[in-house]
């Protein structure tokens, strides 16, 4: 779960890490009270949206004019903002954040990302901080600066110190990123993130470091222990699929291809992709039933499918362990016929029940193709992905 800018920066001022002063706005009438709040320009002003780049596309200004804030709020407040990391169709601005300039000497980078392959935590730093900071780490560059959270995860002074020095810092420099990292990894541990990431973290021209930006990602598994954010999650910024999915408990990446994929197991369904990859096709989407699914949970995976309208057929792929193949076929079958579905959809059942599945699905005559095995179901499904799509909206 991904929070923006301003909530990333309330988590930092609760842990007592420093920010600029600044105020988050969703209406133009709040523009004056958080101006005057600020005393006199420059100020920062800031789209909210969950995605970078904002600088380069126009969605960050700095100006001293109050009347170019309130333009910028106008052109922006429930308006679509197109960065190189979002879609095509961009993501809406539903809040600005304003913030006092802060005078910058120099920029930084400072992240805590899940090193996986470590099983832990890790610290990533830079001297060469900025909006740039993506061509850094493409060229490998020898000024990135990593160090393992080993101990209970949380970091130790002498790995801050050790990361200082290499960033340049001196004196009470030093002290200030030392209790920076402390605050940041404990915040990090308490909030089951998996991404904290300050882009710039400045020296500022009193030489104390601030967090100028703030990108947070919340592991989704834990979310019912971090039930107050996900209440303020701001769901415009998500795939409308990507919501209704959330809602019905199944798990679903939106993707280019057109092949929509059901699948029960995250495993499953990822090598399901990567064999209509290697045989040539391309996935629509990842969405993962689950092991508890239900016929009613089978049609709601169909509509969520089926609001892509670059789907030309569905692959279901179902191993049964936990769920009844048989099961999974009449809520194949009821999908089909209650969802009015045209385009052509593929299955291949293997485990609990799959023959009793496989006879219902048959004896259905319906636009249900059986297959003999994974890689059958996926040449089918590649066969079939030309041509004309039933787009249905559901307009749930």
């Not at 001196?170 to 209790?179: A, D, Y």
């Not at 089978?298 to 670059?310: P, Q, R, T």
């Not at 249900?368 to 059958?376: E, F, G, K």
């Amino acid at each position: 779960m991904n929070l923006h800018e301003y909530q990333a920066k309330k988590l930092f001022n609760k842990y007592e890490i420093p920010i600029p002063k600044g105020y988050c706005i969703k209406e133009l009438d709040e523009i004056e009270k958080t101006i005057s709040n600020l005393s006199t320009g420059p100020w920062v002003i800031k789209c909210q949206i969950h995605a970078g780049g904002r600088g380069k596309s126009g969605g960050i200004k700095i100006t001293n004019s109050k009347k170019e804030i309130h333009e910028f709020a106008k052109k922006w407040l429930g308006n679509k903002l197109i960065t190189y990391q979002t879609d095509k169709n961009g993501q809406k601005v539903n809040y600005l954040l304003i913030e006092k300039k802060t005078i910058i000497k120099k920029e930084l980078y400072l992240s805590f990302v899940i090193n996986r392959k470590k099983s832990s935590i890790m610290l990533i730093s830079s001297d060469s901080g900025g909006v740039d900071i993506e061509n850094i780490f493409k060229k490998k560059s020898n000024n990135i600066y990593k160090e393992i959270l080993e101990s209970c995860y949380l970091i130790q002074d002498f790995q801050s110190r050790k990361i200082a020095f290499k960033l340049g810092l001196q004196g009470n420099q030093i002290n200030q990123f030392v209790k920076i990292c402390n605050k940041l990894s404990l915040l990090f541990l308490e909030n089951d993130l998996t991404t904290l990431e300050i882009n710039p973290i400045v020296i500022d021209d009193k030489n104390n470091l601030i967090c100028l930006d703030g990108k947070i990602i919340i592991d989704d598994n834990a979310i019912y222990r971090n039930y107050s954010l996900y209440e303020e999650h701001d769901n415009s910024q998500l795939d409308k699929r990507e919501v209704y999915a959330a809602n019905d408990n199944l798990n679903y990446i939106p993707l280019d291809g057109n092949i929509g994929c059901m699948v029960n197991g995250a495993g499953l369904a990822m090598g399901t992709m990567d064999l209509i990859k290697f045989h040539g096709g391309n996935p629509a989407n990842f969405l993962d039933v689950g092991g508890n699914t239900t016929v009613e949970k089978v049609e709601k995976a169909f509509k969520i499918i089926l609001l892509d309208s670059n789907v030309k057929v569905i692959l279901v792929n179902i191993f049964g362990g936990i769920v009844r193949c048989d099961l999974i076929s009449n809520g194949i079958i009821n999908s089909v016929i209650n969802l009015k579905i045209k385009i052509p959809i593929i299955v291949r059942l293997e485990g609990n029940n799959s023959i009793n599945g496989i006879k219902a699905l048959k004896k259905s005559n319906l636009n249900i193709i059986a297959a003999n095995s994974l890689n059958d179901a996926v040449k089918k499904a590649i066969k079939n992905s030309i041509g004309k799509h039933n787009y249905v909206d559901f307009n749930r």
